[in-house]
């Protein structure tokens, strides 16, 4: 029996897969456990449908995440922190603090999670962050700190 498959089965198939099951097995759990459905035309015909509008949604994510991108490239972020003797900070910049300085001063909503410092910022001067906006896409964001 041909199944769709609702979910990931182990040892069987990803979601969205068509496989072939024997009948007893399809019957017994992938159906009643809803892990699955017949591969009927009708479901064939949606799956189809939701697979299209899946890759829509994707295509859509990604050019908005690539526009973003663009923008966060041609920014700069000025941050202004208290500083101890030789530039020292008391403390260290956050991607919380850089993700509220982007809303800020250019209006544009970042994640925190998306920030990738590589190392803490501990220091005045100039640095460049990346921020990871999509599997595919990532940006370089220029931040400077100065003291406050």
């Known amino acids: ?3 769709i498959l609702l979910e990931d089965v182990k040892s ?3 979601k969205g897969e068509i496989v072939d099951v024997s009948d007893g097995y399809a019957r017994n759990f992938i159906l009643p456990k809803k892990k699955g459905v017949e591969a009927s035309a009708a479901n ?3 799956l189809k ?3 299209a509008n899946e890759e829509k949604i994707a295509q859509e994510n990604l050019e908005a995440a690539q526009a973003l991108g663009a923008q966060l490239e041609q920014a700069a972020v000025t941050i202004k922190i208290k500083a101890g003797e030789g530039g020292k900070l008391f403390g260290a910049i956050s991607t919380k603090e850089i993700a509220a300085a982007i809303k800020e001063q250019h209006g544009l909503d970042v994640d925190k999670k998306k920030i990738v410092l590589d190392n803490a910022i501990k220091e005045l001067g100039a640095y460049e962050v990346k921020i990871k906006l999509h599997k595919d896409v990532a940006a370089k964001l ?3 700190v ?3």
């Open 142 to 144: 220029k931040v400077t």
């Open 44 to 46: 064939l015909n949606t």
């Open 146 to 148: 100065v003291e406050a």
């Open 1 to 3: 029996m041909k199944v």
């Open 12 to 14: 069987l198939g990803k």
């Open 49 to 51: 449908l939701k697979k």
